[in-house]
Protein backbone atom coordinates (compact mmCIF):
# COMPACT_ATOMS: atom_id res chain seq x y z
CA UNK A 1 0.00 0.00 0.00
CA UNK A 2 2.98 2.59 0.57
CA UNK A 3 4.19 1.53 -2.37
CA UNK A 4 0.78 2.64 -4.29
CA UNK A 5 0.38 5.23 -2.34
CA UNK A 6 3.82 6.93 -3.58
CA UNK A 7 3.32 6.15 -7.09
CA UNK A 8 2.11 8.60 -9.97
CA UNK A 9 0.17 8.37 -13.05
CA UNK A 10 0.20 9.77 -16.12
CA UNK A 11 -2.65 11.56 -17.52
CA UNK A 12 -2.31 10.78 -21.36
CA UNK A 13 -5.50 13.29 -22.03
CA UNK A 14 -5.14 14.64 -25.19
CA UNK A 15 -1.29 13.69 -26.21
CA UNK A 16 -2.13 11.94 -29.43
CA UNK A 17 -2.56 15.02 -30.63
CA UNK A 18 0.11 17.44 -29.70
CA UNK A 19 -0.42 20.10 -32.11
CA UNK A 20 -3.38 20.92 -30.60
CA UNK A 21 -2.81 20.69 -26.92
CA UNK A 22 -1.59 24.46 -27.27
CA UNK A 23 -5.03 25.17 -28.53
CA UNK A 24 -7.11 23.34 -26.27
CA UNK A 25 -4.99 25.43 -23.22
CA UNK A 26 -6.37 28.10 -24.61
CA UNK A 27 -9.67 27.16 -25.26
CA UNK A 28 -9.97 25.44 -22.05
CA UNK A 29 -8.97 28.55 -19.83
CA UNK A 30 -11.37 30.77 -21.54
CA UNK A 31 -14.14 28.44 -20.53
CA UNK A 32 -12.69 27.99 -17.35
CA UNK A 33 -12.92 31.58 -16.80
CA UNK A 34 -16.34 32.02 -18.05
CA UNK A 35 -17.72 29.52 -15.63
CA UNK A 36 -15.70 31.31 -12.86
CA UNK A 37 -16.82 34.81 -13.66
CA UNK A 38 -20.51 33.55 -14.71
CA UNK A 39 -21.32 31.40 -11.89
CA UNK A 40 -19.95 34.01 -9.34
CA UNK A 41 -21.90 36.71 -10.46
CA UNK A 42 -25.28 34.27 -10.20
CA UNK A 43 -24.46 33.66 -6.45
CA UNK A 44 -23.21 37.02 -5.79
CA UNK A 45 -26.30 38.44 -7.55
CA UNK A 46 -28.93 36.14 -5.60
CA UNK A 47 -27.22 36.66 -2.06
CA UNK A 48 -27.49 40.76 -2.68
CA UNK A 49 -30.67 41.25 -4.65
CA UNK A 50 -33.74 40.85 -2.14
CA UNK A 51 -35.89 40.18 -5.03
CA UNK A 52 -34.21 36.95 -5.64
CA UNK A 53 -34.46 35.53 -2.46
CA UNK A 54 -36.66 32.57 -3.78
CA UNK A 55 -36.62 28.85 -3.60
CA UNK A 56 -35.63 28.84 -7.48
CA UNK A 57 -32.39 31.41 -7.19
CA UNK A 58 -31.35 29.56 -3.49
CA UNK A 59 -30.89 26.01 -6.23
CA UNK A 60 -29.68 28.09 -8.31
CA UNK A 61 -26.64 29.18 -6.18
CA UNK A 62 -26.06 25.93 -5.11
CA UNK A 63 -25.96 24.92 -8.88
CA UNK A 64 -23.43 28.02 -9.26
CA UNK A 65 -21.51 26.79 -6.42
CA UNK A 66 -21.59 23.23 -7.17
CA UNK A 67 -20.63 24.00 -10.84
CA UNK A 68 -17.57 26.14 -9.17
CA UNK A 69 -16.30 23.09 -7.52
CA UNK A 70 -17.08 20.64 -9.81
CA UNK A 71 -14.79 22.61 -13.03
CA UNK A 72 -11.97 23.47 -10.18
CA UNK A 73 -11.40 19.93 -9.39
CA UNK A 74 -10.39 18.80 -12.78
CA UNK A 75 -9.83 21.41 -14.93
CA UNK A 76 -6.39 23.47 -13.12
CA UNK A 77 -4.73 19.72 -13.59
CA UNK A 78 -5.55 19.83 -17.39
CA UNK A 79 -4.13 23.08 -17.89
CA UNK A 80 -0.89 22.67 -15.88
CA UNK A 81 -0.80 19.06 -17.94
CA UNK A 82 -1.48 20.81 -21.06
CA UNK A 83 0.96 23.67 -20.53
CA UNK A 84 3.68 21.82 -19.51
CA UNK A 85 6.00 17.90 -20.27
CA UNK A 86 4.71 16.67 -16.92
CA UNK A 87 1.50 14.78 -17.47
CA UNK A 88 1.69 13.18 -13.96
CA UNK A 89 -0.66 13.16 -10.74
CA UNK A 90 -0.06 11.60 -7.62
CA UNK A 91 -2.10 8.55 -6.13
CA UNK A 92 -3.17 10.44 -3.63
CA UNK A 93 -4.58 13.44 -5.77
CA UNK A 94 -6.01 10.91 -8.79
CA UNK A 95 -7.90 9.70 -5.47
CA UNK A 96 -9.17 13.05 -4.31
CA UNK A 97 -9.63 14.10 -7.82
CA UNK A 98 -11.91 10.86 -8.64
CA UNK A 99 -14.11 11.21 -5.22
CA UNK A 100 -14.65 14.98 -6.29
CA UNK A 101 -15.77 15.07 -9.52
CA UNK A 102 -17.64 11.87 -9.11
CA UNK A 103 -19.58 13.29 -5.81
CA UNK A 104 -19.97 16.76 -7.58
CA UNK A 105 -21.44 14.81 -10.53
CA UNK A 106 -23.73 12.90 -8.73
CA UNK A 107 -24.86 15.81 -6.71
CA UNK A 108 -25.98 17.65 -10.01
CA UNK A 109 -28.12 14.79 -10.85
CA UNK A 110 -29.88 15.24 -7.57
CA UNK A 111 -30.08 19.30 -7.56
CA UNK A 112 -31.69 19.22 -10.76
CA UNK A 113 -34.07 16.81 -10.35
CA UNK A 114 -35.04 19.18 -6.78
CA UNK A 115 -35.33 22.19 -9.40
CA UNK A 116 -37.60 20.08 -11.51
CA UNK A 117 -39.78 19.61 -8.41
CA UNK A 118 -39.47 23.13 -7.49
CA UNK A 119 -40.55 24.61 -11.16
CA UNK A 120 -43.51 21.96 -10.79
CA UNK A 121 -44.44 23.33 -7.64
CA UNK A 122 -44.76 26.80 -8.98
CA UNK A 123 -46.48 26.38 -11.90
CA UNK A 124 -48.80 23.09 -11.23
CA UNK A 125 -49.51 24.24 -7.75
CA UNK A 126 -49.24 28.17 -7.30
CA UNK A 127 -51.39 28.49 -4.37
CA UNK A 128 -50.11 26.36 -2.41
CA UNK A 129 -46.54 27.18 -3.30
CA UNK A 130 -45.28 29.05 -0.48
CA UNK A 131 -46.08 26.09 1.98
CA UNK A 132 -44.56 23.36 -0.54
CA UNK A 133 -41.40 25.00 -0.78
CA UNK A 134 -40.66 26.02 2.76
CA UNK A 135 -37.18 27.81 3.43
CA UNK A 136 -36.52 24.70 5.70
CA UNK A 137 -37.77 22.38 3.65
CA UNK A 138 -35.22 23.83 0.40
CA UNK A 139 -32.41 23.70 2.54
CA UNK A 140 -33.36 20.18 3.73
CA UNK A 141 -33.40 19.48 -0.24
CA UNK A 142 -30.16 21.05 -0.97
CA UNK A 143 -28.28 19.53 1.77
CA UNK A 144 -30.40 15.87 1.11
CA UNK A 145 -28.80 16.12 -2.56
CA UNK A 146 -25.28 17.15 -1.30
CA UNK A 147 -25.01 14.34 0.94
CA UNK A 148 -26.43 11.72 -1.28
CA UNK A 149 -24.03 12.25 -4.03
CA UNK A 150 -20.97 12.71 -1.96
CA UNK A 151 -21.80 9.10 -0.32
CA UNK A 152 -22.45 7.66 -3.74
CA UNK A 153 -18.64 8.82 -4.60
CA UNK A 154 -17.39 7.22 -1.51
CA UNK A 155 -18.58 4.02 -1.83
CA UNK A 156 -17.64 4.07 -5.59
CA UNK A 157 -14.19 5.35 -4.54
CA UNK A 158 -13.44 2.54 -2.28
CA UNK A 159 -14.27 -0.03 -4.88
CA UNK A 160 -12.07 1.34 -7.09
CA UNK A 161 -8.92 2.28 -5.29
CA UNK A 162 -9.46 -0.78 -4.11
CA UNK A 163 -8.83 -3.25 -7.23
CA UNK A 164 -5.11 -4.33 -7.85
CA UNK A 165 -3.68 -2.37 -10.64
CA UNK A 166 -1.25 -3.87 -13.78
CA UNK A 167 2.44 -2.64 -13.84
CA UNK A 168 2.01 0.57 -16.26
CA UNK A 169 0.12 3.63 -14.61
CA UNK A 170 -0.89 5.16 -17.73
CA UNK A 171 -4.74 6.39 -17.08
CA UNK A 172 -5.92 7.07 -20.84
CA UNK A 173 -8.07 10.56 -19.68
CA UNK A 174 -7.26 14.02 -19.29
CA UNK A 175 -8.51 13.09 -15.34
CA UNK A 176 -8.97 10.28 -13.22
CA UNK A 177 -12.36 8.68 -14.15
CA UNK A 178 -13.95 5.42 -12.81
CA UNK A 179 -14.13 3.66 -16.29
CA UNK A 180 -10.57 4.91 -17.35
CA UNK A 181 -9.19 3.10 -14.05
CA UNK A 182 -10.96 -0.07 -14.27
CA UNK A 183 -8.94 0.12 -17.64
CA UNK A 184 -5.78 -0.37 -15.71
CA UNK A 185 -7.32 -3.21 -13.42
CA UNK A 186 -4.98 -6.91 -13.29
CA UNK A 187 -8.14 -8.57 -12.42
CA UNK A 188 -12.27 -8.83 -13.80
CA UNK A 189 -13.68 -5.72 -12.62
CA UNK A 190 -17.15 -6.59 -13.88
CA UNK A 191 -18.36 -6.41 -10.45
CA UNK A 192 -17.31 -3.01 -10.34
CA UNK A 193 -18.98 -2.41 -13.53
CA UNK A 194 -22.16 -3.59 -12.43
CA UNK A 195 -22.16 -1.68 -9.62
CA UNK A 196 -21.50 1.29 -11.36
CA UNK A 197 -23.89 0.93 -13.45
CA UNK A 198 -26.85 0.54 -10.94
CA UNK A 199 -25.56 3.69 -8.89
CA UNK A 200 -25.64 5.72 -12.01
CA UNK A 201 -28.85 4.22 -12.69
CA UNK A 202 -30.25 5.22 -9.90
CA UNK A 203 -28.41 8.56 -9.67
CA UNK A 204 -29.06 9.70 -13.49
CA UNK A 205 -32.02 7.61 -14.61
CA UNK A 206 -34.21 8.01 -11.76
CA UNK A 207 -33.61 11.76 -11.36
CA UNK A 208 -34.03 12.25 -15.35
CA UNK A 209 -37.35 10.32 -14.83
CA UNK A 210 -38.52 12.26 -12.23
CA UNK A 211 -37.66 15.91 -14.39
CA UNK A 212 -39.45 14.61 -17.15
CA UNK A 213 -42.50 13.51 -15.08
CA UNK A 214 -42.66 16.95 -13.42
CA UNK A 215 -42.36 18.44 -17.04
CA UNK A 216 -45.35 16.65 -18.39
CA UNK A 217 -47.02 17.92 -15.62
CA UNK A 218 -45.60 21.36 -16.26
CA UNK A 219 -46.22 20.88 -19.92
CA UNK A 220 -50.54 19.88 -19.57
CA UNK A 221 -50.69 23.28 -17.27
CA UNK A 222 -48.90 25.80 -19.54
CA UNK A 223 -51.44 24.32 -22.19
CA UNK A 224 -54.91 25.62 -19.82
CA UNK A 225 -53.05 28.73 -19.33
CA UNK A 226 -55.11 32.13 -20.69
CA UNK A 227 -52.69 34.76 -20.03
CA UNK A 228 -49.61 35.57 -22.30
CA UNK A 229 -47.29 36.75 -19.38
CA UNK A 230 -47.59 33.91 -17.77
CA UNK A 231 -46.70 32.14 -20.79
CA UNK A 232 -43.71 33.68 -21.22
CA UNK A 233 -42.34 33.56 -18.02
CA UNK A 234 -42.62 29.67 -17.92
CA UNK A 235 -41.20 28.61 -20.71
CA UNK A 236 -38.45 31.68 -19.81
CA UNK A 237 -37.55 29.65 -16.76
CA UNK A 238 -38.60 26.28 -17.42
CA UNK A 239 -37.00 26.61 -20.80
CA UNK A 240 -33.40 27.13 -19.44
CA UNK A 241 -33.54 24.46 -16.76
CA UNK A 242 -34.69 22.41 -19.46
CA UNK A 243 -31.57 23.01 -21.59
CA UNK A 244 -29.27 22.63 -18.57
CA UNK A 245 -30.81 19.40 -17.78
CA UNK A 246 -30.14 18.14 -21.50
CA UNK A 247 -26.25 19.34 -21.10
CA UNK A 248 -25.63 17.43 -18.18
CA UNK A 249 -27.56 13.89 -18.98
CA UNK A 250 -27.25 13.24 -22.19
CA UNK A 251 -23.53 13.10 -22.01
CA UNK A 252 -23.47 11.48 -18.40
CA UNK A 253 -26.02 8.63 -19.64
CA UNK A 254 -23.58 8.42 -22.78
CA UNK A 255 -20.92 7.66 -20.58
CA UNK A 256 -21.74 5.91 -17.32
CA UNK A 257 -25.02 3.62 -18.18
CA UNK A 258 -22.79 1.57 -20.14
CA UNK A 259 -19.59 -1.05 -19.14
CA UNK A 260 -16.43 0.83 -19.85
CA UNK A 261 -15.53 -1.80 -22.51
CA UNK A 262 -18.00 -0.18 -24.74
CA UNK A 263 -16.68 3.91 -24.62
CA UNK A 264 -13.99 4.11 -27.34
CA UNK A 265 -11.35 5.71 -25.19
CA UNK A 266 -11.24 8.80 -27.61
CA UNK A 267 -15.09 9.29 -27.44
CA UNK A 268 -14.99 8.76 -23.96
CA UNK A 269 -12.60 12.11 -23.83
CA UNK A 270 -14.49 14.16 -25.99
CA UNK A 271 -17.93 13.66 -24.24
CA UNK A 272 -16.09 14.41 -20.87
CA UNK A 273 -14.73 17.27 -22.03
CA UNK A 274 -17.88 18.54 -22.49
CA UNK A 275 -19.90 18.19 -19.46
CA UNK A 276 -16.59 18.85 -17.65
CA UNK A 277 -15.43 22.39 -19.16
CA UNK A 278 -18.28 23.66 -21.80
CA UNK A 279 -21.90 22.61 -19.83
CA UNK A 280 -20.60 24.38 -16.44
CA UNK A 281 -19.68 27.49 -18.28
CA UNK A 282 -22.81 27.42 -20.53
CA UNK A 283 -25.44 27.25 -17.29
CA UNK A 284 -25.29 30.52 -16.41
CA UNK A 285 -25.31 31.97 -19.93
CA UNK A 286 -28.40 30.19 -20.63
CA UNK A 287 -30.31 31.09 -16.67
CA UNK A 288 -29.48 34.85 -17.10
CA UNK A 289 -30.05 35.44 -21.15
CA UNK A 290 -33.35 33.39 -20.72
CA UNK A 291 -34.68 34.74 -17.17
CA UNK A 292 -36.73 37.82 -16.87
CA UNK A 293 -36.08 38.27 -13.62
CA UNK A 294 -32.40 38.67 -14.03
CA UNK A 295 -32.22 40.56 -17.17
CA UNK A 296 -34.43 43.05 -15.84
CA UNK A 297 -31.91 43.81 -13.19
Same mark, same amino acid.
Given at each position: ?????????????????????????????????????????????????? %??????????????????CYTTSSIPQLLVNLWGPEKTISYNGCMIQLYFVLALGSTECVLLMVMSYDRYAAVCRPLHYTV???????????????????????????????????? %????? %???????????????????????????????????????????????????????????????????? %?????????????????????????????????????????????????????????
Open positions: MNATSEAQFVLLGFSDWPQLELVLFVVILMFYLMTLIGNLFIIILSYLDS %HLHTPMYFFLSNLSFLDLLMHPSFCQLLAVASWVSGFTNSALHSFFTFWVPLCG %HRQVD %HFFCEVPALLRLSCIDTHANELTLMVTSSIFVLIPLILILSSYGAIAQAVLRMQSTTGLQKVFGTCGA %HLMVVSLFFIPAICIYLQPPSGNSQDQGKFIAFFYTVVTPSLNPLIYTLRNRDVRGL
